[in-house]
């Protein structure tokens, strides 16, 4: 007869049959690795969740301009006796012209975005720029946003495009007191002295 099995149907006299070592150990390294597997699965979901929840709030925030608006630093005066063709003078006289391009839907996610530069080519409100800023925007419906050296902001249009100069025209409409960036004055050379 074996120890520990109970003989008979009423016997109770006999003790339980006690689980091998191995078994014993196999349930504890169970149970540890069941555990390990509910801590990652919980880290990757808070992952995905708290990813999911930026992405919402950040897209939101930029559709509707943010906490608060755009205010670019202006330039002061050029310092007295700095000849006024010097790379800074050049520079304080051309940061009115200069704009930021926040080019939005660039691909195939809605979220994609972009951004680049260009300036104002006349009061009438056209822009240039690159053409690769804006022709994966132009391809997939996106939306274009001007911010002036200002801080006012217009939605932009392309006008026109050529890929092979790389260069892109776009119409802004609704700004006023444009400053368009005068092209090729002599004064404007660095080094250069002589003003029209």
Known sequence: MDEGIPTTPGDTTGSAPSLPQGDAAGAAARRRSRSRRTLVVGALVLSVLSG????????????TNGLEAVQLPQPGPPPPGRP???AAGIASRALPSLVTLHVTGTGAGTGDQATGTGFVLD?????LTNHHVV?????????????????????ATVVRLDAG???AVLQVYGVHDL???PLDSPGDRPGSSDRN
């Open 52 to 63: 999911a929840a930026g992405g919402l709030i950040g897209g939101y925030l930029e559709r």
């Open 84 to 86: 006024p063709g010097n």
């Open 123 to 127: 009061t009438r409100g056209r822009i």
């Open 135 to 155: 022709a994966p925007a132009v391809a997939a419906g996106g939306r274009i946003t001007v911010t002036f050296s200002s801080g006012a902001t217009a939605r």
């Open 165 to 167: 100069y790389d260069l």
């Open 179 to 181: 400053t368009p960036l």
